[in-house]
């Protein structure tokens, strides 16, 4: 009762599929229309999400996990260690062979493919009280920065969000990996929350870290 019973020479829709990753892979989706970021599978609506970012990039979300036609996902529009959903048809699925990891009492970040060290190196981090959060976020933004603002050439901008805003700064809450004009905070605990590297080294991740490539920062 209250189902509709199959007719003759009908088939039952297919049952939906999360799609397989290899050792080392992750999954992101990169939206082919606006959609709903929503608190669980059809549930209460966070925010609308646009194909583009505010810093006109592709909206692309790292995955962590789906079921049912939705993909759980990580975004900018949520705070820290949140995740939400998104309907699976308003998405293409992108296959990550790129990740990082930073571990902040190394003051060091890793650069992995397929799971294996590609590279390792010297980062700067969050200061004593703006410290960097840790956490699982994913790459919203691959930017060229302006000269004269102290990003060095080139900014990942992240999902995670600095708890801890500094009285009187107007850059945002938001926390990202990038260059730095000051190489003496290379290897020390000075900034606002983002992680900072030399300029050979964010230009390796430029080279090859995609949207949606997933960072994990442990202390």
């Given at each position: 009762l209250?189902?509709?019973?199959?007719?003759?020479?009908?088939a039952a829709a297919p049952r939906w599929?999360?799609?397989?990753?290899?050792?080392?892979?992750?999954?992101?989706?990169?939206?082919?229309?606006?959609?709903?970021?929503r608190r669980s599978p059809g549930g209460d609506?966070?925010?609308?999400?646009?194909t583009v970012t505010r810093f006109g990039s592709p909206q692309t979300l790292a995955i962590v996990s789906g079921r049912d036609g939705w993909y759980e996902v990580l975004s900018a529009a949520l705070r820290?260690?949140?995740t939400g959903w998104?309907?699976?048809?308003?998405?293409?699925?992108?296959r990550e062979t790129w990740s990082i990891e930073v571990d902040l009492s190394r003051l060091e970040l890793t650069?992995?493919?397929?799971?294996?060290?590609?590279?390792?190196?010297?980062?700067?981090?969050?200061?004593?009280?703006?410290?960097?959060?840790?956490g699982l976020y994913a790459v919203t933004d691959r930017l060229t920065a302006p000269p004269g603002i102290g990003y060095g050439c080139c900014i990942l901008g992240l999902t995670g969000r600095q708890p801890d805003i500094p009285q009187g700064w107007q850059g945002g809450d938001r926390i990202a990996i990038h260059g730095?004009?000051?190489?003496?905070?290379?290897?020390?605990?000075?900034?606002?929350?983002?992680?900072?590297?030399?300029?050979?080294?964010?230009?390796?991740?430029?080279?090859?870290?995609?949207?949606g490539a997933q960072v994990r920062v442990v202390a």
């Open positions: 209250g189902q509709a019973a199959l007719g003759v020479g009908e599929v999360m799609p397989r990753v290899g050792p080392g892979e992750t999954l992101a989706a990169q939206l082919v229309r606006p959609t709903d970021l609506v966070v925010t609308r999400l646009d820290n260690g949140e998104i309907e699976a048809d308003d998405a293409t699925v992108l650069l992995l493919h397929q799971g294996r060290v590609y590279a390792r190196m010297e980062a700067g981090i969050g200061a004593p009280g703006m410290a960097t959060p840790s730095t004009d000051d190489a003496g905070s290379i290897g020390a605990a000075t900034s606002h929350g983002c992680i900072h590297l030399g300029d050979a080294d964010i230009r390796l991740l430029m080279a090859h870290v995609p949207l």
